[in-house]
Nanobody, 124 residues
Framework: QVQLVESGGGLVQAGGSLRLSCAAS????????MGWFRQAPGKEREFVAA????????YYSDSVKGRFTISRDNAKNTVYLQMNSLKPEDTAVYYC?????????????????WGQGTQVTVSS
């Protein structure tokens, strides 16, 4: 079992930045690929970004590529999502996801473990 707790969400103006954090506990963090998803009101949950165990591979959705950066600190059992140039359409609840099978499992949406989510609101 892995427990995931997100933090760092909030209200920001368009063009601004936020950094989300996801703290993991319960298992060896470095054995898990990690990722971020988001869900806007009335929409399905969508993939945002994923990172491999050693951070040597990263994946992004087209909608955030070039604006968001995923990273991890295995010594702190934490994965981050740096979000720059935020747009109102980035408004959503952001969820952390973990899976030992690798980042492509995260991208597929079949990752095993989820956090409770953190709200990000971007005002125009």
């Amino acid at each position: 079992q892995v427990q995931l707790v997100e933090s760092g969400g909030g209200l920001v103006q368009a063009g601004g930045s936020l950094r989300l954090s996801c703290a993991a506990s319960g298992r060896t963090f470095s054995e898990y690929a990690m990722g971020w998803f988001r869900q806007a009101p009335g929409k399905e949950r969508e993939f945002v970004a994923a990172i491999s165990w050693r951070a040597d591979s990263t994946y992004y959705s087209d909608s955030v590529k070039g604006r968001f950066t995923i990273s991890r600190d295995n010594a702190k059992n934490t994965v981050y999502l740096q979000m720059n140039s935020l747009k109102p359409e980035d408004t959503a609840v952001y969820y952390c996801n973990a899976d030992p099978k690798g980042p492509r499992t995260i991208v597929s949406g079949w990752g095993d473990y989820w956090g409770q989510g953190t709200q990000v609101t971007v005002s125009s």
